[in-house]
């Protein structure tokens, strides 16, 4: 089936909640302030996307590709990026609280001032990230 392509869209401040973006193509697209509550983005493109203060509250970006995308101050609580190749992303005072990040890619990402509190880290990378002021506990 083809793939959904949204790429350069401006969907900010838009009510995607429960939206099915499986596979979609979200490159360069403006999510800013989003509701995407539940939403699946599994396997996404999320390429250099605009995500900051989006909503993702028990969304699904396993294996979703999110270099250099920006997160900063995202609600990411309980949202599962398992697999997912967040090289370089910005989760800058972002909250991912229990969220599962196993077996990840976050190579150099900036985490300065996010709360990762009860998150599953296990096997994830995290090399060369920036992280000032994070809350792992």
């Known amino acids: 089936d083809p793939t959904e392509d949204f790429s350069t869209a ?3 401040g ?6 099915q973006f499986v596979r979609a193509n979200l490159i360069n ?5 989003a509701n995407l509550v539940n939403a699946n983005l599994e396997e996404a493109s999320l390429i250099s996307a605009n995500l900051s203060a989006a909503n993702l509250i028990s969304a699904n970006l396993s294996s979703a590709n999110l270099i250099s995308a920006d997160m900063s101050g995202a609600n990411l609580t309980s949202a599962t990026l398992r697999s997912a190749n967040l090289t370089g992303v ?9 969220a599962d990040v196993r077996r990840s890619t976050m190579t150099g990402a900036k985490l300065d001032g996010a709360s990762l509190r009860e998150a599953a880290l296990s096997h994830t990378d995290l090399r060369r990230a920036s992280l000032a002021g994070t809350d792992l506990s």
């Open 10 to 12: 401006n969907l900010s």
């Open 90 to 98: 910005i989760l800058t005072n972002a909250i991912l609280n229990h």
């Open 14 to 19: 838009l009510d995607l909640r429960s939206a």
């Open 29 to 33: 697209t403006n999510l800013t302030s």
